[in-house]
């Protein structure tokens, strides 16, 4: 069988109702784990389009499939949740929910999903089997972790992913083989002094003051004990302590992210954290506890598929729009978690448009609506591609 070739078509007449679906998703966000309507949609468009759907995998997950039910199966997995981030962007199609936020694109990713949905839907006799993972809560790095207890990566030879982008323009890929994001890791870390009175700190032990020596400590010796090859980033962005403003603390808490690009390095931090820090405290009379939780290990694209990938890409696209990203990110994504037991790949898409657009996270992020097709083009090409290559090897065999 060959695939049709009118797909290119077929996805420009979908193009305003994909668009259409994509403002309502950014107008009515869900947060981690509430994504009950976002869900109950993307299922109905999926059946719509064709595909066998199953609701309520790894909580609020919808897993669909098509193709023949036994024999290879490869999968593209999107995120639907957002951010708690009030919105400052000023569009007509705003969030209604106060204080919730698509702000990491995560309403594009969908939209991606759904258009390959509507593509493959339309063809008569696919290769292989397709599997659509639509995944909740990726910002509290859990979604996928849900998903995998429930299957949902069951069976599959190949996993495909991407992530808006806004260092890129409209029209652009970003792809890189190897790692693309770091391991990540949630920090805390308690303070135990001894309170006193603020006129005679040489009776006290201040915890705020040895905390101030912990965040300064750690910065240190990152650059001191550690390879700087293998960069590690330590940042605490809350501080708890303190009652009143003449009495020193006996109590101070921080909470921190820990990124590191090397997976090795990352399994030996909490240790050496936990050493650090109680040597710090240790020397001015003070403890400490630390907890370490790790959230993410690093996305690692598996060349085979990144260069699969990357042939698709530049077919589509021209190879003046296909970018090799030199350097990995230290931001997280859980879509590691789905990579430790499936090989993948997750490409970055350019979302700027012509005034530019603001960083994900951000309150006024505003992705250009001219990606949404280039990601959906990228994407189907690339399954097709995988399940020619595919079939062609177990014919092959036979």
């Known amino acids: 069988m060959t695939f049709s070739t009118s797909w290119p078509d077929r996805l420009h007449q979908l193009m305003p109702e994909l668009l259409e679906l994509r403002r309502h998703f950014h107008a009515h966000p869900e947060l981690s784990g509430q994504e009950h309507q976002t869900a109950a949609l993307v299922a109905g468009e999926l059946r719509r389009s064709g595909w066998r759907v199953r609701e309520g995998v790894g909580r609020l997950g919808v897993v669909a499939e098509i193709g023949p039910t036994n024999g290879s199966l490869v999968g593209l997995r999107v995120d639907m949740d957002a951010l708690p981030i009030e919105e400052r962007t000023n569009l007509d199609y705003s969030s209604r929910q106060q ?221 003046e729009k296909v970018i090799d990203l030199e350097q990995p990110s230290l931001g997280a994504e859980d879509f590691a978690e789905l990579l430790q037991d499936v090989p993948g790949t997750m490409f970055r898409l350019g979302v700027a448009g012509d005034q530019g657009c603001a960083p994900l996270h951000h309150c006024e992020f505003s992705p250009a609506e001219g990606s949404l097709q280039i990601g959906i083009q990228v994407i189907t090409s690339t399954l097709f591609r995988w399940m020619e290559e595919c079939s062609h090897l177990t014919t092959k065999k036979l």
């Open 99 to 319: 204080g919730v936020m698509h702000a990491c694109g995560h309403d594009f990713h969908i939209c991606v999903g759904l258009g390959v949905a509507r593509l493959l839907g339309g063809e008569d006799d696919l290769l292989t089997g397709v599997r659509l993972l639509f995944q909740p809560a990726e910002e509290i790095a859990q979604g996928a972790l849900w998903m995998k207890k429930d299957g949902a990566i069951k069976g599959l030879e190949a996993l495909f992913g991407l992530h808006v982008f806004p260092d890129l323009p409209v029209g652009q890929i970003g792809i890189r083989k190897g790692s693309l994001t770091a391991a990540a890791g949630e920090l805390e870390i308690e303070i135990l002094g001894e309170g006193g009175h603020g006129a005679r700190p040489h009776q006290a032990v201040d915890a705020i003051w040895i905390a101030a020596r912990v965040v300064s400590g750690l910065q240190e010796a990152i650059g001191r004990r550690l390879d700087a090859l293998q960069p590690v980033v330590v940042s605490f962005g809350k501080i708890e302590g303190g009652r009143a403003f003449n009495v020193i603390a006996d109590r101070v808490k921080l909470l921190g992210t820990v990124r590191c690009l090397d997976s090795n390095v990352h399994k030996l931090l909490p240790d050496w954290i936990a050493d650090t820090v109680q040597a710090i405290c240790a020397s001015f009379g003070a403890k400490s506890v630390v907890r370490y939780k790790s959230i993410a290990p690093p996305v690692y694209n598996d060349p085979q598929l990144t260069r699969l990938l990357e042939r698709c890409a530049i077919s589509e696209l021209g190879r």
